[in-house]
């Protein structure tokens, strides 16, 4: 049975410092990268739907979490679960200097976790997955001259291999890594890589609820409306630069009302209405919904709701046109036991 340990001292140093200054200019993943993880998730509601299921189960029990320090174990111990690996850890980006400081571990001895208790860094995978801001994978650290400085505490630990990936918040910026290390080399499957990218959105999500302080019921504190905002993210996308074979989408969400035809969807309509521009051809028009969806569920998963109805998210090439005139649609059907995330299907 794995053993989780918080270490106290840089815990409660570093969450204090994210509450008494202010956070530098956050790394952030790039539009690229989280279009991508975007789309992953409607990938896995697809092809996977029980580990959607699982991922969303975990989502709903971190959000009821009421203390950090009983959060990271339960992190931890999903990760590793996940990856089917033997160690694990997860440090938190300092907002002081951007180092990496060593919070919560399982499978390590006091060597150890001196040694990697800060990192300032990228001659390691948890320091290059912080500083590329994207999931870093060393099938077998033997065979990396950049981790030379580290081999002696790497054997003395028993580790071969090691996947970093990075903790971000609902706006993509990155707040920790949580990594998770084998005794023998290999690789975790391409899908086990996917999913552990998706968990670590969640999980970032969650930290990032607890680093921003409690609610008044001790709870943390719930993030701005507007941090789902998805004229914020086409912005970004519209503002990425040149291009080649660039296509203008716009999207719409709404809710089918029967004989009373369709109405926009939520408390606030305007946050799923608006336009894209996509990098590539390949980016098509189902690529686009993919990415409403996501941050469609994200909103949910975040707010505890769910529709009574169906809800579609359209697409158009180019301008809104009719319903029948959408590149593609895309209908999610709510499910009625709470414990189950809805239906994604293509109409």
């Not at 204090?16 to 279009?35: E, F, G, L, N």
């Not at 060393?138 to 996947?163: M, N, S, Y």
């Not at 709510?334 to 239906?343: K, S, T, W, Y």
């Amino acid at each position: 049975m794995n053993h989780f340990q918080n270490l106290v001292g840089p815990l409660e140093q570093v969450t204090a410092s994210y509450r008494a200054v202010r956070p530098r200019s956050a790394r952030k993943v790039s539009v690229t990268q989280r279009a991508d993880q975007l789309a992953a998730w409607v990938a896995l509601s697809l092809d996977e739907p029980a580990a959607l299921k699982n991922l969303h189960d975990e989502a709903a029990e971190l959000r009821d979490v009421a203390r950090l320090s009983d959060a990271l174990p339960r992190i931890a111990e999903g990760a590793m679960t996940l990856i089917g690996a033997e160690f694990g850890n997860i440090q938190f980006l300092n907002p002081l200097d951007d180092s990496l400081v060593l919070v919560t571990q399982s499978g390590f001895k006091q060597e150890f976790l001196d040694h990697f208790a800060v990192v300032h860094d990228n001659r390691s995978v948890c320091g290059r997955a912080a500083r590329q801001c994207a999931q870093a994978v060393t099938p077998d650290v033997r065979e990396d001259p950049a981790f030379t400085p580290h081999q002696k505490t790497f054997r003395a630990a028993g580790v071969r291999a090691v996947q970093s990936t990075p903790l971000v918040d609902r706006a993509g910026r990155l707040v920790g890594v949580i990594s998770t290390h084998a005794s023998q080399p290999g690789r975790p499957s391409d899908q086990d890589l996917w999913t552990m990218q998706l968990y670590a959105q969640l999980a970032g999500e969650a930290v990032a609820r607890h680093l921003a302080g409690p609610r008044v019921d001790g709870h943390p504190a719930d993030l701005p409306h507007n941090s789902t905002d998805l004229y914020r993210r086409a912005a970004l996308l519209e503002g990425a630069g040149p291009r080649s074979g660039v296509t203008h989408w716009v999207y719409r969400v709404d809710e089918p009302c029967g004989s009373e035809g369709c109405r926009m969807y939520g408390v606030h309509p305007a946050q799923w209405r608006g336009r894209m521009t996509t990098d590539s051809p390949g980016q098509d028009a189902e690529y686009v919904a993919a990415l409403v969806v996501r941050e469609l569920m994200a909103d949910w998963d975040m707010r505890g709701l769910r529709s009574k109805r169906p809800v579609h998210v359209h697409v158009w090439r180019g301008w809104e046109g009719t319903l029948q005139s959408a590149a593609f649609t895309m209908e999610l059907q709510p499910d009625p036991r709470a414990d189950r995330p809805p239906a994604v299907d293509a109409l």
